[in-house]
Protein backbone atom coordinates (compact mmCIF):
# COMPACT_ATOMS: atom_id res chain seq x y z
CA UNK A 1 0.00 0.00 0.00
CA UNK A 2 3.01 2.34 0.41
CA UNK A 3 4.58 1.53 -2.77
CA UNK A 4 0.92 2.24 -4.15
CA UNK A 5 1.14 5.99 -2.35
CA UNK A 6 4.49 7.22 -3.81
CA UNK A 7 3.59 6.07 -7.60
CA UNK A 8 2.58 9.17 -9.56
CA UNK A 9 -0.38 7.14 -11.24
CA UNK A 10 -2.04 7.14 -7.97
CA UNK A 11 -2.24 10.25 -7.22
CA UNK A 12 -3.07 11.15 -11.03
CA UNK A 13 -5.87 8.37 -10.40
CA UNK A 14 -7.21 10.27 -7.37
CA UNK A 15 -7.79 13.36 -9.01
CA UNK A 16 -9.68 11.36 -10.94
CA UNK A 17 -12.30 9.73 -8.87
CA UNK A 18 -12.76 12.87 -6.84
CA UNK A 19 -13.70 14.58 -10.16
CA UNK A 20 -15.92 12.13 -10.88
CA UNK A 21 -17.70 12.02 -7.19
CA UNK A 22 -18.29 15.51 -7.94
CA UNK A 23 -19.92 15.40 -10.99
CA UNK A 24 -21.31 12.01 -9.88
CA UNK A 25 -22.71 13.57 -6.69
CA UNK A 26 -25.21 15.68 -7.97
CA UNK A 27 -27.97 13.65 -8.13
CA UNK A 28 -27.34 11.90 -4.77
CA UNK A 29 -27.40 15.88 -3.27
CA UNK A 30 -30.46 16.15 -4.59
CA UNK A 31 -32.34 13.05 -3.32
CA UNK A 32 -30.70 13.99 0.29
CA UNK A 33 -32.27 17.70 0.32
CA UNK A 34 -35.56 16.96 -0.89
CA UNK A 35 -35.88 14.13 1.43
CA UNK A 36 -34.69 16.74 4.30
CA UNK A 37 -36.46 19.50 3.46
CA UNK A 38 -39.59 19.03 5.37
CA UNK A 39 -37.35 17.97 8.85
CA UNK A 40 -36.43 20.71 11.44
CA UNK A 41 -32.80 22.37 11.24
CA UNK A 42 -31.38 20.07 13.56
CA UNK A 43 -32.57 17.19 12.13
CA UNK A 44 -31.90 18.12 8.28
CA UNK A 45 -28.19 18.20 9.43
CA UNK A 46 -28.56 14.65 11.11
CA UNK A 47 -30.10 13.07 8.25
CA UNK A 48 -27.58 14.90 5.30
CA UNK A 49 -24.50 13.52 7.86
CA UNK A 50 -25.78 10.10 7.76
CA UNK A 51 -27.42 10.60 3.98
CA UNK A 52 -24.18 11.52 2.86
CA UNK A 53 -22.04 9.04 4.76
CA UNK A 54 -24.35 6.19 3.36
CA UNK A 55 -24.61 7.22 -0.66
CA UNK A 56 -20.34 6.78 -0.11
CA UNK A 57 -20.81 3.86 1.16
CA UNK A 58 -23.22 2.18 -1.18
CA UNK A 59 -20.88 3.81 -3.97
CA UNK A 60 -18.02 2.25 -2.33
CA UNK A 61 -19.45 -1.24 -1.99
CA UNK A 62 -21.39 -1.37 -5.42
CA UNK A 63 -18.14 -0.30 -7.02
CA UNK A 64 -16.67 -3.28 -5.87
CA UNK A 65 -19.52 -5.66 -7.42
CA UNK A 66 -20.10 -3.34 -10.43
CA UNK A 67 -19.77 -5.59 -13.16
CA UNK A 68 -21.44 -8.31 -12.29
CA UNK A 69 -24.49 -5.99 -10.83
CA UNK A 70 -24.78 -4.26 -14.26
CA UNK A 71 -24.87 -7.11 -16.53
CA UNK A 72 -27.96 -8.42 -14.37
CA UNK A 73 -31.07 -8.25 -16.09
CA UNK A 74 -33.99 -6.62 -14.91
CA UNK A 75 -32.17 -4.98 -12.19
CA UNK A 76 -31.89 -1.94 -13.82
CA UNK A 77 -35.97 -1.75 -15.16
CA UNK A 78 -36.49 -2.81 -11.62
CA UNK A 79 -34.47 0.33 -9.63
CA UNK A 80 -35.82 2.77 -12.75
CA UNK A 81 -39.55 1.98 -10.93
CA UNK A 82 -38.48 2.71 -7.67
CA UNK A 83 -36.91 5.98 -8.61
CA UNK A 84 -40.42 6.93 -10.26
CA UNK A 85 -41.92 6.26 -6.59
CA UNK A 86 -39.58 8.17 -5.00
CA UNK A 87 -39.69 11.38 -7.10
CA UNK A 88 -43.43 11.73 -7.17
CA UNK A 89 -43.25 11.12 -3.65
CA UNK A 90 -40.44 13.66 -2.68
CA UNK A 91 -43.01 16.19 -5.04
CA UNK A 92 -45.78 15.46 -2.59
CA UNK A 93 -46.26 17.90 0.26
CA UNK A 94 -45.58 16.63 3.92
CA UNK A 95 -48.19 17.07 6.45
CA UNK A 96 -47.89 19.43 9.17
CA UNK A 97 -46.60 16.97 11.50
CA UNK A 98 -47.99 18.39 15.01
CA UNK A 99 -48.94 15.00 15.82
CA UNK A 100 -45.91 12.64 14.27
CA UNK A 101 -42.84 12.12 16.56
CA UNK A 102 -40.07 13.82 15.02
CA UNK A 103 -37.38 10.92 15.12
CA UNK A 104 -40.23 9.03 12.77
CA UNK A 105 -39.82 11.79 10.54
CA UNK A 106 -35.72 11.62 10.56
CA UNK A 107 -35.65 8.03 10.16
CA UNK A 108 -38.26 8.16 7.07
CA UNK A 109 -36.15 10.79 5.55
CA UNK A 110 -33.11 8.34 6.07
CA UNK A 111 -35.01 5.12 4.52
CA UNK A 112 -35.86 7.42 1.91
CA UNK A 113 -32.20 8.39 1.09
CA UNK A 114 -30.89 5.16 1.11
CA UNK A 115 -33.41 3.54 -1.02
CA UNK A 116 -32.20 6.41 -3.65
CA UNK A 117 -28.92 6.35 -3.12
CA UNK A 118 -29.07 2.53 -3.69
CA UNK A 119 -30.76 2.64 -7.12
CA UNK A 120 -29.23 6.16 -8.46
CA UNK A 121 -25.46 4.78 -7.37
CA UNK A 122 -26.21 1.90 -10.15
CA UNK A 123 -25.61 3.38 -12.63
CA UNK A 124 -22.50 5.52 -11.35
CA UNK A 125 -20.24 2.79 -10.47
CA UNK A 126 -19.05 2.25 -13.27
CA UNK A 127 -17.46 5.64 -13.70
CA UNK A 128 -15.98 5.24 -10.31
CA UNK A 129 -14.59 1.93 -10.88
CA UNK A 130 -13.39 3.12 -13.95
CA UNK A 131 -11.37 6.05 -12.62
CA UNK A 132 -10.04 3.47 -9.84
CA UNK A 133 -7.99 1.20 -12.25
CA UNK A 134 -8.60 -1.18 -10.18
CA UNK A 135 -6.65 -0.04 -6.74
CA UNK A 136 -9.36 -0.68 -3.68
CA UNK A 137 -7.26 1.92 -2.14
CA UNK A 138 -7.87 4.34 -4.26
CA UNK A 139 -11.20 3.50 -4.45
CA UNK A 140 -12.07 4.11 -1.13
CA UNK A 141 -9.93 6.91 -0.56
CA UNK A 142 -10.82 8.65 -3.03
CA UNK A 143 -15.04 7.99 -2.15
CA UNK A 144 -14.05 8.70 1.41
CA UNK A 145 -13.17 12.27 0.36
CA UNK A 146 -16.61 12.72 -1.47
CA UNK A 147 -18.22 12.52 1.55
CA UNK A 148 -17.55 16.62 2.25
CA UNK A 149 -18.74 16.85 -1.31
CA UNK A 150 -22.13 15.60 -0.77
CA UNK A 151 -22.88 17.19 2.17
CA UNK A 152 -22.36 20.40 0.93
CA UNK A 153 -24.54 20.00 -1.88
CA UNK A 154 -26.92 18.94 0.19
CA UNK A 155 -27.10 21.92 2.60
CA UNK A 156 -26.96 24.35 -0.63
CA UNK A 157 -30.03 23.01 -1.97
CA UNK A 158 -31.47 22.86 1.63
CA UNK A 159 -31.08 27.11 1.23
CA UNK A 160 -31.84 27.53 -2.13
CA UNK A 161 -35.11 25.07 -1.95
CA UNK A 162 -36.13 27.41 0.95
CA UNK A 163 -36.11 30.70 -1.26
CA UNK A 164 -37.25 28.95 -4.65
CA UNK A 165 -39.42 26.28 -4.06
CA UNK A 166 -39.24 25.35 -7.66
CA UNK A 167 -35.97 24.10 -7.19
CA UNK A 168 -38.08 21.47 -5.79
CA UNK A 169 -40.12 20.67 -8.92
CA UNK A 170 -36.77 20.62 -10.67
CA UNK A 171 -35.15 18.13 -8.15
CA UNK A 172 -37.98 15.47 -8.85
CA UNK A 173 -38.08 16.22 -12.46
CA UNK A 174 -34.09 15.13 -12.34
CA UNK A 175 -34.96 11.97 -10.09
CA UNK A 176 -37.61 10.93 -13.35
CA UNK A 177 -34.85 11.95 -15.65
CA UNK A 178 -32.56 9.27 -14.34
CA UNK A 179 -35.22 6.85 -14.14
CA UNK A 180 -36.17 7.04 -17.47
CA UNK A 181 -32.78 6.77 -18.95
CA UNK A 182 -32.33 3.52 -16.57
CA UNK A 183 -35.28 2.04 -17.50
CA UNK A 184 -34.60 1.78 -21.31
CA UNK A 185 -31.04 1.23 -20.66
CA UNK A 186 -31.43 -2.41 -18.95
CA UNK A 187 -30.04 -5.53 -20.48
CA UNK A 188 -32.86 -7.76 -20.59
CA UNK A 189 -34.69 -5.36 -22.60
CA UNK A 190 -32.17 -5.22 -25.40
CA UNK A 191 -33.46 -8.11 -27.55
CA UNK A 192 -37.10 -6.31 -27.41
CA UNK A 193 -36.47 -2.88 -27.69
CA UNK A 194 -34.18 -4.20 -31.03
CA UNK A 195 -37.38 -6.29 -32.10
CA UNK A 196 -38.46 -2.78 -32.11
CA UNK A 197 -35.85 -1.52 -34.55
CA UNK A 198 -33.59 -0.25 -31.68
CA UNK A 199 -30.20 0.11 -33.10
CA UNK A 200 -27.47 0.25 -30.40
CA UNK A 201 -24.12 2.10 -30.59
CA UNK A 202 -20.34 0.40 -30.25
CA UNK A 203 -20.76 0.68 -26.02
CA UNK A 204 -24.55 -0.74 -25.95
CA UNK A 205 -26.82 2.31 -25.38
CA UNK A 206 -29.80 2.24 -27.25
CA UNK A 207 -30.09 4.28 -30.60
CA UNK A 208 -33.42 5.52 -32.55
CA UNK A 209 -32.79 7.09 -35.61
CA UNK A 210 -29.73 8.49 -34.12
CA UNK A 211 -31.03 9.92 -31.58
CA UNK A 212 -30.64 8.81 -28.12
CA UNK A 213 -33.21 6.63 -26.60
CA UNK A 214 -31.99 7.34 -23.06
CA UNK A 215 -32.26 10.83 -23.27
CA UNK A 216 -35.83 10.82 -24.44
CA UNK A 217 -36.69 7.93 -21.72
CA UNK A 218 -35.13 10.67 -19.08
CA UNK A 219 -37.08 13.56 -20.88
CA UNK A 220 -40.18 11.56 -20.87
CA UNK A 221 -39.93 9.88 -17.32
CA UNK A 222 -39.26 13.84 -16.44
CA UNK A 223 -42.59 14.52 -17.32
CA UNK A 224 -43.92 11.81 -16.10
CA UNK A 225 -42.89 12.58 -12.38
CA UNK A 226 -43.40 16.34 -12.33
CA UNK A 227 -47.05 15.95 -13.67
CA UNK A 228 -47.77 13.11 -11.40
CA UNK A 229 -46.19 14.73 -8.08
CA UNK A 230 -47.72 17.74 -8.86
CA UNK A 231 -51.62 16.08 -9.54
CA UNK A 232 -50.78 13.95 -6.22
CA UNK A 233 -50.04 17.15 -4.24
CA UNK A 234 -52.98 18.99 -5.22
CA UNK A 235 -55.31 16.48 -4.70
CA UNK A 236 -53.94 16.01 -0.99
CA UNK A 237 -53.99 19.94 -0.60
CA UNK A 238 -57.41 19.56 -1.98
CA UNK A 239 -58.12 17.16 0.74
CA UNK A 240 -56.66 18.54 3.23
CA UNK A 241 -58.75 21.64 2.59
CA UNK A 242 -61.86 19.69 2.29
CA UNK A 243 -60.94 18.31 5.54
CA UNK A 244 -60.57 21.40 7.49
CA UNK A 245 -64.09 22.46 7.75
CA UNK A 246 -65.68 19.68 9.01
CA UNK A 247 -62.75 19.18 11.92
CA UNK A 248 -63.46 22.94 12.64
CA UNK A 249 -67.18 21.87 13.32
CA UNK A 250 -65.98 18.92 15.53
CA UNK A 251 -64.35 21.00 17.98
CA UNK A 252 -66.65 23.21 18.32
CA UNK A 253 -69.08 20.64 19.33
Known amino acids: MLEELYAQAFWVGLLKIIGVNIVLSGDNAVVIALAARSLPPRQQKAAIFWGAGA ?3 LRIILTIFAVALLTLPWLKLAGSLLLFWIGIKLLIPEE ?24 MSIDNVIAVAAAAQGSYTLLILGLAISIPLVIFGSTLLLHLMERW ?3 ITVGGGLLGFVAGEMLVADPALKDWLAGLGVDFDGEGRPRVAGLSLELAAGALGAAIVVLAGKWLAKRKLASAAASQPAAAERSKT
Do not use: H, R, Y
Not at 98 to 106: G, M, Q, T, V, Y
Open 55 to 57: AVV
Open 96 to 119: DGENIDASENLIAAIKTILIADLV
Open 165 to 167: PVI
